[in-house]
C-alpha cells in the first residue's frame, strides 16, 4: 500500500509559480510511476505529466509542456511538480498518483492523493 499526500496548492497570479509536493509512505513508492492529474469543476480528470519510477523517463501533456517540470526524490519518497508562467486555465485541484506504468491514462494508477487546490488570478 502507498498513502499519497499532495501539498503546495494555493493563490497565485497569472504568470506566477508553484512547486506542489507529492509525499508518499510506504516500501514500494520508489519502484512506481509517478503521476500529476487535475480536474476543474465541472470537468473530468486530465493528465498533466507522469515520471518513471527511476526519473529517467517524462511525458507531459501539451498544455504542460515548456512550463512544468515534473521530478522525483526517492530517497525522500516525495514527488514533485514545478508549474511556471501559470495561466487561469490552470486553475484545478491537482492530484498526485503512484502506479505501474509510467503513462497518461488515470486507470493506470493505484494510489491517488486527495489533492491540492490551485488557483491562477488574472
Known amino acids: 500500500q502507498v498513502q499519497l499526500v499532495e501539498s503546495g496548492g494555493g493563490l497565485v497570479q497569472v504568470g506566477g509559480s508553484l512547486r506542489l509536493s507529492c509525499a508518499a509512505s510506504?516500501?514500494?513508492?520508489?519502484?512506481?510511476?509517478l503521476g500529476w492529474f487535475r480536474q476543474a469543476p465541472g470537468k473530468g480528470r486530465e493528465f498533466v505529466a507522469a515520471?518513471?519510477?527511476?526519473?529517467?523517463?517524462?511525458y507531459y501533456a501539451d498544455s504542460a509542456k515548456g512550463r512544468f517540470t515534473i521530478s522525483r526524490d526517492n530517497a525522500k519518497n516525495t514527488g514533485y511538480l514545478r508549474m511556471n508562467s501559470l495561466k487561469p486555465e490552470d486553475t484545478a485541484g491537482y492530484y498526485c498518483?503512484?502506479?505501474?506504468?509510467?503513462?497518461?491514462?488515470?486507470?493506470?494508477?493505484?494510489?491517488w492523493g486527495q489533492g491540492t487546490q490551485v488557483t491562477v488570478s488574472s
Open positions: 498518483a503512484a502506479g505501474g506504468s509510467c503513462v497518461n491514462d488515470v486507470l493506470e494508477y493505484d494510489y
Open positions: 510506504g516500501r514500494t513508492f520508489s519502484a512506481l510511476a
Open positions: 515520471i518513471s519510477w527511476t526519473g529517467a523517463r517524462t
